[in-house]
């Protein structure tokens, strides 16, 4: 088996690269491939990366490259986990849509759509890539923001892909910690679209134990999810900590505006990384990761490309086609639930109806996210204004010219064929 990262240089890949070593009795790898564009770290993170396999175990090959086609050529699995324009876009994303009274946010909201419409084509230039010198039946796996826009941009393109998000993990292996089980008892039903989910039960063995977790540990969640504890308890369900943004958009709006940029804050942790990174001495992922985000994305991504490669039928949460898994949304969105994952693909299981007050904004976001995919391979500014004006963190329609003002203004040689 033949697995090629794109975006190899991340700081996080040494979290994936421990991943894979500890599922190589399930995964027969043969040969990983570090794709990136940025040789410094290609040369970091890739020597990391050889010295923590070497320290593994690990039999097989791995090379670092800033080919392409060499990255992608016989490969079984693609991972994407690029970032266009790097920490100074993400910057923007969290800054320009602050003079319209908007939040800044790399994933949701006007910045999301700025990132989306800088990254979607470049991952669908990739997949056409991967398209023409993968191996045949090669799964394209994204972990790259805004996960549910570019999973669905890869579908509607056509391509076998999978979406990927490390929330659904985060609160699994939380909750085990709390109950002192393995993970691997403990499912969480999340729901929703990426960035947008509410987890309805928690099984235990099959036992639902989220009421009790509700009283037992509401300010433990309130404090995950940076939402009230009374209103977790009135909705009854384990929110995303990004529905924050909605649900406290004024009070976030006003911390945004006086704070330090989380893009600022993980630029200077990179920078440290990457000088820890380059210790010749260092075989093992160190504990400043953790402070980088994305935690348990090995176990995600790891899990993920193992189940599908025998097809062993357990259950993950991951992005897909709703194909009437959800009701109130349609068959051709992409959204974010529990999957048995088959050879064939994840084969989303079906869910009760969502709550009115958890619908009513799926749809809204999901018809954004429709409209978002749409303006990114086509550049047309009408339906970027609409996009804007239909996303409830914007929603009016003098601020969404306005904000695609500005966010061309900002990315003129990335956006201007949205002007066209």
């Not at 599922?23 to 043969?30: D, I, N």
């Not at 993980?266 to 402070?291: F, I, N, T």
């Not at 804007?388 to 914007?394: E, I, K």
């Amino acid at each position: 088996m033949k697995i090629a990262v794109v975006g190899g240089g991340s700081t996080y890949t040494p979290e994936l690269v421990s991943g894979l070593s500890r599922e190589r009795e399930r995964l027969p790898l043969e040969e990983l491939v570090l794709h990136d564009v940025d040789a410094e770290r290609r040369e970091i993170v890739g020597g990391l990366a050889g010295r923590m396999l070497r320290a593994q175990g690990f039999e097989g090959s791995l090379a670092v490259t800033d080919d392409l086609d060499r990255a992608l050529d016989g490969a079984d699995f693609v991972l994407v986990q690029i970032r266009v324009g790097g920490q100074a876009a993400r910057l923007s994303d969290e800054t320009v849509p602050l003079a319209c009274g908007c939040i800044g946010q790399e994933t949701t909201g006007a910045g999301g759509f700025a990132k989306a419409l800088r990254t979607v084509p470049v991952v669908l230039e990739i997949a056409e890539r991967a398209r023409e010198r993968a191996a045949p039946g090669a799964w394209i796996v994204d972990f790259t923001n805004p996960v549910g826009i570019v999973t669905r941009s890869l579908l509607d393109a056509g391509h076998r892909a999978v979406g990927l998000c490390n929330v659904a993990i985060g609160f699994q292996c939380w909750i085990a910690e709390l109950h002192g089980v393995e993970p691997a008892r403990v499912l969480v039903d999340q729901v929703g679209l990426n960035h947008l989910t509410w987890i309805r039960r928690v099984l235990l063995d099959g036992a639902d134990v989220l009421p009790g977790l509700l009283a037992e540990h509401g300010d433990e969640i309130a404090a995950r999810t940076e939402l009230p504890r009374a209103l977790v308890e009135e909705l009854g369900v384990l929110p995303s900590p990004y529905l924050h943004y909605f649900y406290r958009h004024d009070e976030v709006l006003a911390e945004q505006r006086d704070a330090t940029p989380r893009a600022a804050v993980v630029a200077e942790l990179e920078r440290r990384l990457l000088g820890v990174y380059r210790d010749p001495a260092l075989a093992e992922k160190p504990a400043l990761l953790e402070q980088r985000g994305g935690a348990f994305y090995s176990e995600a991504a790891t899990a993920l490309v193992a189940s599908l490669a025998v097809g062993s039928g357990d259950v993950q949460v991951v992005d897909v086609r709703n194909a009437g898994a959800l009701p109130g949304l349609a068959d051709d969105d992409v959204v974010e639930v529990p999957a048995r994952i088959e050879a064939a693909g994840p084969m989303p299981l079906p869910q009760s109806p969502l709550a009115p007050e958890l619908l009513g904004l799926a749809q809204h976001v999901a018809a954004y996210e429709r409209l978002a995919a749409e303006t990114a391979v086509t550049r047309d500014p009408v339906t970027a204004r609409k996009a804007l004006l239909t996303h409830p963190l914007v929603g009016q329609s003098s601020i969404a010219g306005e904000l695609f003002e500005l966010l061309q203004a900002a990315e003129p040689a990335r956006l201007a064929g949205a002007t066209a």
